[in-house]
């Protein structure tokens, strides 16, 4: 099972028989049956049929409407879960504040702890560059987090953590391009594009594992309800950041698998993002990484990436059900 990438603009996903194809002008670009899908991932301006969006929910196959530079327009799923005591349950459980900012706390201590393990990785491996402050400082972080007694004040001890990670993050680019801060819209130079497009990848992931778990993705309990966005995936999503977003964009710069010919500037918002034919090749490393086998630390057992997600959303279902006390992924 595998996630289909569609960025060929101006061609057409349809049924054929009993596949899908893709097709420009006449062209069959591509033939795949439906039990070798996962998802399916539109890009810009391609077009579908009727037809096509019907044998894909037949399948259970969730189909995700991008923009060319990879943001989220929307989704065309099959109809939710009956588990409607589940979604009862997470919604009782937004109205307990010690619920909340509990699970909160585990949420934030993850990701630094995380963020701290991916400084020290990248430490132990290379002995010339000096990381003790940032990581001394993530560690007290770390403490600090898991025993916030207030929302304000654990955002606070996130976005310190952040802005001393990031400007590790900085020091770790040993390719031929530049970090100097985070800034996400627009990306202003390559390694922001990399983050966003990986961060806006695994967010889309999550929120669809939580939505076939029966969780609503957009009533979460660390990040406040907004118009719009996926709250629940965004808590979720805030672990995986460093080992799988980060790590993945560490790579590309280091391995120098990418060149600044591959990117160009959006002159509508001044944003920097991937050339069509090098967007191919990041979805074929994304792929890699999410798909690469790992000892699970708490199962001790085989995984990847991309089960984790699973694990993870099962898990936050079983701690809104009361079943267990949540604990974040750590890499």
């Not at 996903?13 to 006449?26: A, H, I, P």
């Not at 509990?102 to 010339?128: A, E, M, T, W």
């Not at 990848?201 to 979460?220: H, Q, R, T, V």
Request: aromatic residues 12%.
């Amino acid at each position: 099972m595998a996630n289909l990438y569609l960025t060929e603009q101006n061609s057409v996903l349809r049924k054929k028989g009993s596949r899908l194809v893709v097709q420009k002008d006449e062209v069959i670009l591509l033939a795949v049956q439906c039990h070798k899908i996962d998802s399916v991932l539109i890009f810009g301006n391609v077009q579908f049929t009727t037809q096509a969006v019907h044998e894909l929910l037949e399948h259970g196959i969730e189909l995700s409407i991008l923009s060319r530079t990879g943001r989220l327009k929307g989704q065309i799923t099959c109809p939710k879960t009956k588990n409607i005591t589940l979604r009862v349950a997470q919604f009782q459980k937004y109205d307990d504040h010690r619920f909340r900012m509990d699970l909160s706390r585990k949420i934030v201590s993850g990701k630094i702890r995380n963020s701290l393990n991916f400084v020290r990785n990248f430490s132990y491996n290379h002995p010339g560059f000096g990381f003790k402050p940032e990581t001394g400082e993530l560690k007290e972080l770390v403490k600090s987090a898991e025993t916030a007694d207030g929302m304000g004040r654990l955002t606070g001890f996130e976005g310190r953590a952040a802005a001393v990670y990031f400007g590790s993050f900085g020091k770790m680019m040993l390719g031929d391009f530049e970090f100097r801060k985070r800034k996400r819209r627009p990306p202003p130079d390559p390694v922001n594009a990399m983050l966003s497009l990986t961060y806006t990848m695994l967010f889309n992931e999550i929120a669809s594992f939580l939505g076939a778990m029966g969780l609503d993705p957009y009533l979460g309990y660390y990040h406040k309800i907004d118009y719009g966005r996926a709250s629940l995936a965004s808590d979720l999503l805030e672990e995986f950041r460093a080992p799988a977003g980060d790590r993945l964009t560490l790579n590309l710069v280091n391995n120098r698998v990418f060149k600044k010919e591959d990117f160009y500037v959006n002159f509508e918002n001044s944003g920097v993002y991937f050339r069509r034919d090098a967007l191919k090749r990041y979805f074929a490393e994304y792929e890699k990484l999410l798909n690469r086998e790992f000892i699970h630390l708490e199962r001790n057992q085989k995984t990847t990436l991309r089960k984790c997600f699973r694990i993870q959303a099962e898990k936050m279902a079983a701690t809104i059900r009361g079943d267990v006390e949540y604990t974040p992924f750590e890499w």
